[in-house]
């Protein structure tokens, strides 16, 4: 029997050291600013960047209205090469349900050093079942977190 790729996957080469790709995940003040594609924004973000520890983002679309996330989890920390987290965990590892129209997906980091400094990200989801992944797909997985990443990169570039 052949398992299905349930996962969706951007891999692309940035500009920016892994030390800055992994800051821009774990640091609210840093992450705030680019991790959702613009206009919409992020309001809120809990990080207790630990396995077992909260990872949670308030988004607020371009009309106001706040999309509360609940808290996924840390799996895997790894600084500054290694992110893993997932929303069908709630901080210490407890179990959540997930509400429609969520899926449920565990999400994979990687920042790799490149010769020339910069970094090759890779963000992979694996998605509990074909219907979340394709949910995912079509709201815009590629050129959502395409967009978010060009925001990161921005950002850190714009840092003195």
Not at 68 to 97: Q, S
Not at 120 to 126: E, I
Request: contains cysteine; proline residues 10%.
């Amino acid at each position: 029997m052949t398992t299905p790729d349930l996962s969706l996957r951007l891999v692309r080469d940035v500009p920016i050291t892994p030390e800055q790709c992994f800051e821009g995940w774990t640091v609210p003040e840093r992450l705030m600013p680019w991790f959702c594609p613009r206009p919409w924004r992020v309001v809120d973000c809990l990080i207790d960047l630990r396995p077992g520890g909260a990872f949670a983002t308030t988004m607020q679309s371009p009309d106001g209205v706040n999309m509360p996330n609940d808290a996924g989890c840390y799996l895997v920390v790894e600084a500054p090469h290694r992110l893993v987290w997932t929303n069908i965990l709630g901080p210490d590892f407890k179990p959540v349900a997930i509400e429609a129209p969520g899926f449920g997906f565990v999400c994979e980091l990687r920042f790799d050093r490149l010769p020339d400094g910069g970094t090759r990200y890779q963000a992979t989801v694996h998605h509990v079942d074909a219907a979340g992944r394709d949910a995912h797909a079509t709201m815009g997985f590629e050129a959502g977190w395409s967009a978010a990443l060009d925001q990161l990169v921005e950002m850190v570039q714009a840092t003195p």
